[in-house]
């Protein structure tokens, strides 16, 4: 039987290096793999020895695109390690520091990265000719979240303002009512948005998907909650390890993650969408029906659909806490020098993000442990692509390599942040 290999050696359009491996013979797919050569970078390695008040800055260097969710899930670490309680008020802002960069990270991913899959352009640079106004909506909407995130961490990437038990600083009423202008035209150009996206022609491309993701009690969840799946995973992020564990593969400098005892799952957009839609405010549950969605969607080409309704639940979110905002007393409570463990679970972008964190009596890191999103997703992936493939086999091959890019994007990998630890083995002679 015929053997051929579908290879794209630098995946565009995603954050990072990776390339693509399909192997066929005749018409079967005999292997596939997601290949994320970009190195290690060994942040788990570094931070150790490191004091508490410096993990923060420190691991939002992980990712330019979701910094606040590796400051964040640090902090939330921290807190728990420690037994520390913040004003509530901080915690609002905390979620609006959450809104800013899932409004940045997902108007970049709509309009810049995904968008051109569908309409048929190699990047967003050849779409605009033909679609400027489109683009131009993005990089507003993209705007917007850089401004939010700039006003409550001090400046658009890698913000400094974020620490264990609040903010350093925190904005003025005035300062973020200014933002309010700019929130109502988003949350309008988000409804938009999806119901642009919702005009794509998306493949019939349904998966029995394992989805996770945080799930609170009463709202929908960016950075608090328990971890939920959708095949009966209900657990604090202290039981985390209990239902996940990672492993390495030859082909990639990511691991692997999969559920114990079954296998691949799916974190990000379709699965918080899945477990939490009854949280989201009314307006995007109604545009989400409009949108011809379904509860689940289990169709990872329509996440572009769902990074939309998204996007309408982060203004919304965004405008709902800046019109009940009063200042805290302070901007942050103490954290003493301590001994600890603590761990925490957050929301970035593209889905659960885990912390684990050890610390000596003098408030320095033992030990360290992060996984990312996209290292949870990876073996989804591939699986997504062993399924699409024979699908494809009737095209020419430059629309299957195509089409096998475009289902990596559908995920939104951020290549950078996976490649977060590498088992090293010698071998002497």
Same mark, same amino acid.
């Given at each position: ?74 902090? +939330? ?99 973020? !009512? ?5 929130? !109502? ?21 349904? @998966? ?8 609170? $009690?009463?709202?929908? $969840? ?11 995973? +209900? ?66 080409? @329509? ?74 997703? @990876?073996?989804?992936? !591939? ?6 493939? $024979? ?39």
């Amino acid at each position: 039987m015929k053997t051929r290999t579908i290879k794209v050696d630098y995946l565009a359009r995603v954050e990072g290096e990776g390339a693509l491996a399909v192997k066929l013979r005749g018409d079967k797919v005999v292997d596939v793999q997601l290949r994320i050569f970009e190195p290690p970078r060994l942040f788990e390695a570094f931070v150790r020895g490191r004091h508490f008040s410096e993990l923060p800055d420190l691991v939002a260097r992980i990712c330019g695109i979701c910094p606040i969710a590796y400051q964040m899930c640090a902090v +939330h670490a921290i807190e728990r390690a420690f037994a520390i309680s913040i004003d509530p008020t901080v915690r609002l802002l905390r979620r609006l520091f959450y809104c800013g960069e899932w409004i940045g990270s997902h108007a970049l991913h709509i309009y810049m990265l995904h968008a051109p899959d569908f309409l048929g352009y190699p990047d967003a640079i050849h779409m605009a000719r033909d679609h400027r106004s489109l683009v131009e909506q993005g990089l507003r909407l993209k705007k917007i979240g850089n401004r939010i995130v700039s006003l409550l961490g001090g400046r658009e990437i890698h913000p400094v303002s974020a620490t264990a038990g609040g903010f350093y600083r925190v904005p003025s009423r005035r300062e973020l !009512e200014a933002l309010a202008a700019d929130l !109502e035209w988003g949350l309008e150009a988000s409804v938009k948005t999806a119901r642009f996206a919702s005009t794509l022609d998306f493949p019939d491309f349904e @998966q029995d998907y394992e989805f996770v993701s945080l799930f609170h $009690p009463l709202e929908y $969840p960016l950075n608090e909650g328990v971890v939920k799946s959708s095949k009966g995973i +209900h657990a604090d992020a202290d039981f985390y390890d209990q239902h996940f564990t990672e492993y390495q593969v030859e082909h990639s400098n990511a691991l692997h993650s999969v559920v114990r005892g079954r296998g691949s799952y799916l974190v990000g957009p379709l699965a918080r969408f899945a477990l939490n839609f009854d949280r989201l405010p009314p307006a995007a549950r109604q545009v989400a029906r409009e949108c011809g969605l379904s509860v689940p969607c289990n169709n990872p080409f @329509q996440s572009i659909i769902v990074r939309s309704i998204e996007l309408i639940f982060a203004f919304s979110e965004a405008l709902r806490i800046i019109k009940a905002y009063h200042p805290p007393g302070q901007p942050r409570v103490p954290v003493p020098d301590q001994a600890g463990t603590g761990c925490a679970a957050t929301e970035a972008p593209r889905g659960l993000l885990y912390h684990h964190y050890g610390f000596d009596e003098g408030g320095l890191v033992k030990s360290a442990r992060i996984v990312p999103p996209t290292s949870q997703n @990876q073996k989804r992936m !591939e699986e997504d692509l062993r399924e699409l493939v $024979p699908r494809l086999l009737h095209l020419p091959e430059p629309e299957i390599t195509w089409k096998c890019e475009q289902a990596v994007r559908n995920h939104d990998p951020c290549i950078s942040c996976a490649t977060h630890f590498l088992q090293l083995h010698l071998e002497r002679v």
